[in-house]
């Protein structure tokens, strides 16, 4: 049967409802929010995401179809859309299912930055081990690990992804989740084509050596100068220093020379005066698979976690995702292929209907850190931290509305707060950072470990619509 859909639509994002005993009912417009509020019938519980309670309805007197979470998961970032669905009669008759759109959020997971600060603190006990008079060997690596244990960074993507799909279960009422649960054929990748049951069996290195590989590859030359019948070292293109890995696209052979000068210096400003040998040497170098390896290595887990919130959870191919998305016409984003993961009969007439105009951008931010002093480059104390976090009655992170009643910044301002112990705390706004006394701000939210801020979704063409339909 040939593909008919309906045109979507886009729409502002809804407003969460509670009612007066706490439980989710169906969101709202906000006009229909700034509606309830002006005439005193509700109160803001929460300023993001926008969650207001009523004060004279019970869960129990409402009206609830539910709704649907559906998560399309990412390495640097995972989108997470609200829909819902319902029955509606187009032209010909047939009963088809539309899906709305009622809120998108895109969260930005934090994973490189934990990366990063566990090899700093590697290096700075490595540093503490050799500089020492008294040598200590460092600890062995067959120390075992609890089943279902992950590296930091990887077990940040899975509980920052469960965490704001349990907030959403308190403020909506979910009654399934949907998640893409997608496996990438990481030896496939690194080839850059299809392979066979037997091509599976043989690597890059199939038959030979490292330094041998690489002396073929490169010509018995330094990938750099070019200089030959000089000892040659194997350097890393992409320095280990930063995230670069031991694969072998990521090596390449270099002479003493070249090898000191580049150091831990990226190869693009390195060869930035020879545009040549460094396209040569990005020509060798392959697309990085860990952003690959970390979604094979979570995607159990996520989906293992959200069953934990006691509803159904389903689990869809992202063959299914970017079918569904493509045939509605959608561009490629986080947040577009979450609200087309699941099922969708669009052979039949189903469709996607609306797509909310703006997006909750989600960014993990963490609570802090343990640290006590303040380190320099070489890891020595710098100054010391104050063992309070807070301040005349406000936290870092605190979304907070300052009043500035003089002086260059003069008005109304949101944002969120760094906080001093001399009560002059720093406001962070979208034009500007600024110092504003304690006594002219007001707490709208409490730090919660994420920075929210909002952009627009990315809709630049639609499919035609299908005459006469509802």
Partial sequence: MQSQTYKGGTGAGRVFVLAKDGQPLMPCHPARARELLTKGRAVVVRQTPFTIRLKDRAYAHSEVQGVQLRIDPGSKGTGIALTDTKKETAQAGTTVTVRRGLASFELQHRGEKIHRAMGQRAGYRHRRRSANCRYRAPRHLNRSHPQGWLPPSLRHRVDTTFSIA?????YA????????????????????????????????????????????????????????????????????SSGGSNRISNLTLACRSCNQ???????????????????????????????????????????????????????????????????????????????????LDHENGDAIVRVPQQICVVKATGRGVYARTTPDRFGFPRLRRPRRKRHHGFATGDLVRATVPTGKWTGTWTGRISVRSTGQHSLMTPTGRFNVSHINLRLLQRADGYAYARRQEVINKWVEPLPGAS
Avoid at 166 to 170: A, E
Avoid at 191 to 208: C, I
Avoid at 316 to 328: F, H, P, Q, V, Y
């Fill in 261 to 343: 000068a580049k150091g831990s210096t990226p190869v693009e400003e390195f060869l930035a005066h020879q545009p040549k040998r460094l396209a040569a040497v990005l020509r060798q170098t392959k697309v990085s698979l860990r952003d690959a390896a970390a979604m094979n290595t979570t995607r159990w887990q996520l989906a293992d976690a959200l069953k934990g919130l006691g509803r159904p959870v389903h689990a869809w191919s992202g063959g299914r995702t970017k079918w569904n998305r493509t045939a509605m016409g959608l561009d490629k984003t986080h947040t577009l292929d979450a609200l087309s993961v699941g099922r």
């Fill in 166 to 170: 349990r907030r959403l279960c308190r």
């Fill in 173 to 240: 009422p979910v009654t399934e989740i949907h998640i893409e649960r997608v496996a990438f054929d990481t030896h496939a990748m690194s080839e850059g084509r299809s392979l066979t049951a037997v091509e599976y069996q043989n690597g890059t290195l199939a038959g030979t050596e490292i330094r041998e590989y690489l002396l073929a590859a490169w010509g018995r030359a330094c990938a750099y100068c070019g200089a030959t019948g000089v000892p040659l070292n194997i350097d890393h293109v992409r320095p280990r």
